[in-house]
């Protein structure tokens, strides 16, 4: 048998059947008609991708800015929102009110209520010496000049509610302010101050930074500002309170004990956030005229219209104390020269010009100067260190007998709350030592200068240093890098910064300095490491041990150990959850300690909820919305936004999602990308940050602050730098402290790191004069080199 090869013809018949053609024809038809299809199904889903991704970035785009018509924003993007926040802000409007009879009237009633409240706190008991209540209280000082103002702002206060009582409808629509200052009282007579345009450096108290405003913007002692208008149950100065679960069960059931830490960050980044936020904020607090603490929770006295105290349940764990009440008394009310809702007093400036080192007041920064070279005091050890200037006030909290017997005293500082924890005084022992090293250095390189001349160069190169590692080391953790340049927040890497705005109002807001930056206080841990050296074995401590024992300092080896540790833990996650030793121990004395039966402490989330509504703060969705964020209209608008966990709890104790309080719910919010804070924190933050520094004319990077060169040299500021400078024998540390060890942040030495270079603040004698006889006269002139 043959098979065919590649040479064998095929047998074709001649007269083929008709169905094989038509088989044939039918098959390539299909064929090609599939291909056809094919085409048009591959076009089809092309234009489909296309339309659908344009769609996508379209909605987004869209999304991401406020709709004029339906106010509804997205909550995909929150970066994308924020990067078109706006700053401007809404001024009250004031009101008129011609019945000038009924405005004296309602004076007179306000003074009459202030006689009243100061003859009632006469029977009303002060908190027992160092109890954790009296610790708190002292440890949020209010000066005597806070105290007289704030009995302005209670007569104020209590002429607007007898206004309101008895206005006739219409009569009154809103605030009434400056018009009828005569009546208000002596401290709404305060002469505008004399600015000098020229003036080289800050004043202490912020006046005439801003020449337009030289007694409001950022000035201390002045209101804190508002975003939103408060929200009081009276409209005047009320607390809410009538349908919101008691602060402390929000605490028990949304801010619950857990431990989370964020291995990518260290504890500094929390040591810095207080040390900052001493220098820009500081509420001032009741008291009694004689400026005695006011208890609040005695129940056999009548209480102070000043009090709020947080209620305890029976089944909450305080009641194994017996305690059935947590000592709150509300903030001391602004003097606002005018008669409208209550407003809260910042004691601080707002700007970061080192008042926390300094101090706000004139007359006691002076008390902190050796009024010679320009150093600040410092108290000598034995040993030859040196430690902050001694304090022995027997009643400021934080001095005890058994230590005094010792010889050891707690320490005075710009900021009465210094000695509130061993990291905090660590911070700002470095930062005295840190402003008497330049003084040091500028004197030798200018020996012609005076001691003011010295303290007063010194004192603005450590607040342009503050600001440079805020902006450049602590913000753009917390902010982002995409906010952080659309915003120019970001210091410059050459010349100058030229956007000063004499027209916005850098002063804290309200909501900033009562819960927004207060969100610091759940990445805390609860155990604190203090470590020798790099390879020792770390000790931990209690964190509440911590508090109001600045005695540790007189060890010669502590403040390094204190460092140290903090560069080398890490924080607790930013979230909803809290160490229980914030929950339960604060303020707290151990029995050793304590000659009175053991308290219990207090719960400082409890506290700080308390506060926002001691201070009017509208709910958490009110300020979502306020940043652009979509409308929230109930808790299952929530979902994708807040925890779960913490939604579920949330629901489970506030009966409407308008309730929610601020603190609670941007706590609750999941962290944005690149960010450890959610996006209604990253939004009042970022208000703020933003004000501090194009509100401030001596901003160190402005025109005419410092010369070109100088700038390049503060930019090489780091607060690993500062850290070197001042510790007494620390060798090594990373050069980004706020962030823990990892790959590109090792450690380094300290000689290492660059540092500014003082020569550039050397002045040339360049003019000198022969006047009668041998007197010479010696004009100076910024050197050039």
């Not at 009282?185 to 005439?208: A, K, M, W, Y």
């Not at 910064?497 to 805390?524: E, G, V």
């Not at 229980?580 to 719960?603: I, N, T, W, Y």
Request: hydrophobic share 35%; charged share 25%.
């Amino acid at each position: 048998m043959s098979y065919p090869t590649e040479r064998t013809r095929l047998l074709v018949d001649p007269n083929p059947p008709e169905y094989i053609y038509n088989a044939a024809i039918s098959r390539e038809r299909k064929r090609r008609v599939k291909q056809f299809q094919c085409c048009l199904c591959a076009l089809f889903l092309s234009l489909f991708s296309v339309v659908l991704m344009l769609t996508v970035v379209y909605s987004i785009r869209i999304k991401s800015a406020p709709n004029p018509e339906d106010n509804n924003t997205t909550v995909e993007a929150p970066v994308l929102v924020l990067l078109s926040y706006n700053f401007s802000q809404k001024q009250p409007k004031e009101g008129r009110l011609e019945n000038t009879t009924l405005i004296a009237e309602s004076i007179q009633r306000g003074r009459k209520r202030l006689e009243a409240k100061d003859e009632i706190e006469k029977s009303v008991p002060s908190l027992l010496v160092q109890s954790p209540s009296y610790r708190h209280q002292r440890v949020t000082a209010t000066s005597e000049r806070a105290r007289n103002l704030s009995r302005g702002g209670f007569i104020e206060e209590y002429a607007s509610k007898y206004l309101n009582r008895n206005k006739t409808s219409g009569e009154l629509v809103e605030t009434i302010c400056r018009k009828h200052t005569n009546l208000l009282g002596d401290h709404c007579r305060t002469e505008i101050p004399e600015c000098n345009v020229l003036q080289r450096h800050r004043t202490f108290d912020g006046s005439c930074n801003n020449l337009a405003h030289p007694d409001s913007f950022g000035v201390a002692y002045t209101p804190f500002r508002r975003i939103l208008p408060p929200e009081y149950e009276d409209g005047i100065s009320k607390p809410r309170q009538s349908s919101l679960p008691s602060a402390r069960t929000v605490s028990l059931v949304v801010h619950r004990p857990c431990s989370r830490d964020d291995p990518k960050f260290s504890v500094m980044l929390a040591v810095w956030g207080q040390f900052l936020d001493h220098d820009i904020t500081a509420t001032a607090l009741s008291q009694k005229s004689n400026g005695s603490t006011i208890s609040c929770c005695e129940p056999s006295t009548t209480a102070s219209p000043e009090c709020f105290p947080v209620i305890i349940d029976p089944q909450d764990p305080f009641s194994e104390y017996n305690v059935t009440c947590m000592e709150f008394v509300r903030s001391a009310p602004a003097a606002t020269c005018c008669l409208g809702p209550r407003e809260q007093m910042n004691q601080a400036t707002a700007f970061i010009d080192g008042s926390v080192v300094y101090s706000s007041d004139e007359s006691f920064a002076r008390k902190l100067r050796t009024l010679v070279g320009g150093e600040m005091k410092v108290f000598v050890t034995p040993e030859g260190g040196t430690l902050l200037p001694l304090s022995d006030d027997p009643g400021d909290g934080c001095n005890r007998e058994e230590e005094e017997s010792r010889g050891r005293y707690c320490f005075m500082a710009g900021d009465a709350r210094a000695n509130e924890n061993l990291h905090l005084v660590s911070m700002h022992l470095i930062w005295v030592r840190q402003h008497n090293r330049l003084a040091k250095n500028l004197s030798r390189l200018n020996p012609h200068w005076d001691d003011e001349r010295t303290f007063q160069e010194a004192r603005k190169i450590t607040a342009a240093q503050m600001q440079h590692i805020t902006y450049n080391e602590f913000l753009p953790i917390l902010l982002g890098e995409r906010l952080m340049d659309k915003f120019e927040l970001s210091p410059s890497k050459k010349g100058y910064f030229r956007k000063y705005n004499d027209t916005l109002a850098p002063n804290i807001a309200n909501c900033f300095a009562t819960a927004a930056f207060r969100f610091a206080h759940s990445i805390i841990p609860g155990l604190m490491k203090l470590l020798a050296n790099d390879s020792s074995t770390p000790e931990y401590v209690q964190m509440h041990k911590m508090l109001f024992n600045p005695f540790e300092l007189y060890q010669s080896d502590m403040l390094d150990k204190t460092l140290r540790g903090a560069m080398n833990a890490s924080i607790e996650a930013s979230d909803s959850y809290f160490t229980d030793e914030l929950k339960s121990h604060m303020f707290e004395r151990s029995v050793e300690q304590a000659k009175q039966p053991k308290l219990c402490g207090l719960d400082l989330v409890s506290l700080n909820i308390q506060r926002g509504r001691d201070h009017g703060l509208p709910g958490y969705v009110k300020w979502r919305r306020h940043c652009g964020f979509e409308r929230v209209r109930n808790f299952d608008d929530l979902k994708g936004v807040f925890d779960s966990n913490s939604l579920r709890n949330i629901k489970a104790i506030y009966r409407k999602v308008e309730d929610v309080d601020l603190y609670t719910g941007a706590l609750s919010e999941i962290p944005m990308e690149n960010s450890i804070l959610g996006p209604t924190l990253t939004c009042l933050l970022l208000d703020q940050f933003y004000r501090i520094k194009r509100g401030d004319r001596f901003w160190y990077e402005n025109p005419g602050v410092f010369e070109k060169r100088q700038l390049d040299e503060l930019r090489k500021t780091t607060l690993a730098g500062v850290i070197c400078d001042n510790a007494d024998n620390l060798d090594t540390v990373q050069r980004k402290v706020m962030e823990t060890i990892r790959k590109g942040n090792r450690y380094e030495n300290c000689s290492s790191l660059g540092k500014p270079d003082l020569r550039h603040w050397k002045e040339s004698l360049v003019h000198l004069e022969m006047s009668g006889g041998e007197n010479l006269h010696v004009t100076s002139i910024n050197s050039t080199v």
